[in-house]
């Protein structure tokens, strides 16, 4: 906690408390026989004493691991502060107050005295440790949560770092079959691919890019691996809604459609592969479909070379509680569902 928040607390603190002995100041002041002259003297002084003089062991309590250290200092300064309350307090009315005592020469130290000074001890020394308790624990929560940020930031870097190479190699091979071939589309793939590299260099680097560019991406990956396919309507890629000025964790949605062409039959009637995306006014949803070659034993649990773990991992962390994944596999049939609220 900042310095600045610590003395905001500690002047909170002893407003109330002033504020506490002025109110009883206030009201019984109506009464002939009471005098505020102790509640608005002594005692404070004394109470500030008590309670700084608890905060401080407080604060050496919990820093040190060996207790015993800490605790003989408490005992020892409990043993300490109520004699020197009653002595501080016994001097001020002998040589300052003394015009306060009524009858004059009837100062003396009795009982009530002595159990109104450890009554005050005790009071005081509760609230210094509800007070230091409560910085500690204010600093721990903060100091978790930036460990858990730290924590998250590390592995997304991480998570991401597995996905880009993966599509590179991948767009990598897809060139190099076309040049192999000598086909005319490999200046139109070399243009794709410098508009997928764009993207991963530039603006997938930050947390979240707006929903456009994400599907111009998927549009650029899309037409790539088109060129490689005879049958120029094997994709229908449909989009519904608006999407002007939404933004998205980059390259979230990519490993789905990856995964479609990894793993989709080409042998089948047109479209072989069906995307959607549909933008309502809280929510993003994405559909990811494509029939599944014979003889290939393709599970839930597999997303393409980077792992369904790494695209629920990467949700749990950046939409926690925010969206839902679905996968369905019928005998020639995969089907992805991804939700997500905005």
């Known amino acids: 906690m900042k310095k600045r928040y610590k003395i905001l607390i500690h002047f909170a603190f002893w407003f109330y408390m002033f504020n506490q002995i002025w109110l009883v100041v206030a009201m019984f002041n109506v009464e002939k026989s009471y005098d505020p002259f102790s509640d608005i003297t002594i005692y404070p002084f004394t109470s500030i004493i008590t309670f700084y003089s608890f905060y401080f062991i407080y604060g050496l309590f919990f820093a040190r691991k060996n207790k015993l250290y800490p605790a003989l200092l408490l005992i020892a300064i409990i043993a300490v502060l109520i004699p020197l309350r009653i002595g501080i307090e016994y001097l001020f009315w ?49 100091l978790k949560t930036e460990l858990l940020l730290e924590k998250q930031s590390g592995e997304l870097a991480l998570l991401r770092s597995q996905i880009n190479p993966h599509f590179l190699f991948n767009t990598l091979n897809n060139i190099y079959s076309l040049v192999y071939k000598k086909s005319e589309d490999a200046p139109e793939a070399v243009m794709k691919m410098s ?13 979240k890019v707006l929903l456009e560019k994400e599907i111009e991406y998927l549009k650029s990956f899309i037409a790539l691996e088109k060129l490689r396919i005879k049958h120029k309507e094997f994709v229908e890629f449909n989009i519904t809604g608006n999407v002007d000025g939404l933004t998205i964790a980059p390259m979230l949605l990519i490993p789905f459609v990856e995964n479609a062409f990894k793993h989709g039959s080409r042998s089948v009637s047109n479209p072989g592969i069906r995307i ?29 070379g980077i792992g369904l773990n790494n695209i629920q991992r990467r949700l749990n962390l950046l939409y926690p509680g925010k969206h839902k994944l679905e996968i369905v596999k019928n005998d020639d049939l995969y089907s992805v569902h991804l939700t997500i609220s905005i």
């Open 94 to 142: 002998k040589y300052i107050g003394y015009n306060h005592i009524e009858p004059p020469g009837s100062l003396a130290i009795d009982k009530g005295w002595w159990f109104n000074s450890v009554r005050l001890v005790t009071i005081y020394g509760i609230y210094a440790l509800l007070i230091q308790l409560a910085i500690r624990w204010f600093d721990a929560q903060k």
């Open 276 to 304: 959607n995306l549909s933008v309502g006014s809280q929510q993003i949803l994405f559909d990811v479909s494509n029939y599944i070659r014979k003889n290939t034993n393709i599970s839930t649990d597999q997303m393409g």
């Open 195 to 207: 508009s997928i590299m764009r993207y991963m260099l530039y603006d997938a680097t930050t947390d």
